[in-house]
């Protein structure tokens, strides 16, 4: 439409160019939008370069892994086992796939250590952790997923060891190897090196998953009873699946005498995910009472999670 070079129009006809004009513009867009929409549409059936061939088919291989490394990482059995199937089906097709290899081990071991299960398989784990250590002996996390093989099982001093050198050889990383190791240090009573330790990883806080449980214990050893009481108080509220929480409320108020407070406690626990340490505290609470059949009982539950051990 040419307007302005036709100087013989009258008002009316310029006036009706000049709305035409304006239904013009939105015709436009639309006929760009669509030119625009089908050349977009034809990229798509341009068959893609080899190369992004190559990358869609290294994300769909790696999705097992991805996927079990995120059920590892949720905390539950039923999500533990749902890893250990899919880190399996990872080493069906590459066998030597360390990433899998590490998962796979560190999987199994939380099998026994948080649930109670599988004493069969950490041998396993443990030849798992040792294979990729064969093949490379500064693998931080393979030091880390022996050093759990071992921790376990209660090897309190192996243990201890391999987590040591999981963090010397990557201060960065191993983060959670290093809060492992204070765990150890308080067990075996060097609470200035637990309370150091654990202090010196409280910025990983959110993702070490029993830090606070930890710091508690070491006050409560210290001395600092309340303190330590508020913690686990806190803790057993929050994190009902944690074995650990679970253990360490009502054994606080065990050892503080408030017996009738530690019984409720334990009966409330033991209808969450089961520790061994739970049933005893049971058992010696029973005993307390003079009730040596039910305590017996009690004994015999916490050995039955646990065969392997002197309980």
């Not at 035409?20 to 059936?45: D, H, K, N, Q």
């Not at 093949?135 to 931080?140: G, H, V």
Request: charged share 25%; proline share 4%.
């Amino acid at each position: 439409i040419r307007l302005g070079s036709d100087t013989h129009l009258g008002a009316s006809e310029v006036e009706s160019s000049r709305r035409s004009i304006r239904w013009a513009y939105p015709v436009v867009a639309l006929l760009l939008l669509a030119v625009v929409a089908a050349e977009l549409w034809m990229s798509t059936r341009t068959p893609a370069p080899e190369s992004d061939k190559h990358a869609g088919l290294e994300d769909s291989a790696g999705a097992p892994l991805q996927r079990a490394l995120y059920y590892a990482g949720i905390g539950q059995d039923a999500n533990n086992e749902r890893a250990i199937s899919l880190f399996e089906d990872v080493l069906s097709d590459d066998p030597g796939n360390v990433e899998a290899s590490l998962g796979l081990s560190r999987a199994l071991s939380a099998r026994l250590c948080l649930y109670n299960r599988g004493t069969a398989s950490i041998a396993r784990a443990e030849s798992l952790a040792r294979t990729v250590l064969d093949e490379d002996a500064r693998n931080s996390l393979a030091h880390d997923a022996l050093a759990y093989t071992f921790d376990c099982r209660g090897y309190a001093d192996e243990a201890l060891a391999e987590y040591e050198r999981a963090f010397a050889l990557d201060p960065v990383a191993r983060f959670g190897s290093k809060a492992s190791a204070a765990y150890l240090y308080a067990v075996k009573g060097r609470l200035a090196d637990a309370l150091r330790v654990n202090l010196e990883v409280s910025d990983k806080r959110e993702i070490l998953r029993f830090h606070d449980i930890q710091i508690a214990r070491n006050l409560e050893l210290l001395g600092f009873v309340a303190v330590a009481e508020q913690r686990y108080a806190q803790s057993f509220k929050l994190y009902p699946d944690s074995v650990y929480s679970n253990v360490a409320w009502p054994r606080s108020l065990y050892v503080q005498g408030r017996l009738a407070e530690a019984e409720a406690a334990v009966a409330e626990a033991i209808l969450r995910p089961p520790h061994p340490e739970l049933f005893i505290l049971e058992g010696e609470l029973a005993w307390l009472r003079g009730e040596e059949s039910k305590a017996r009982g009690a004994f015999a539950r916490a050995h039955d999670l646990r065969p392997h051990t002197s309980w």
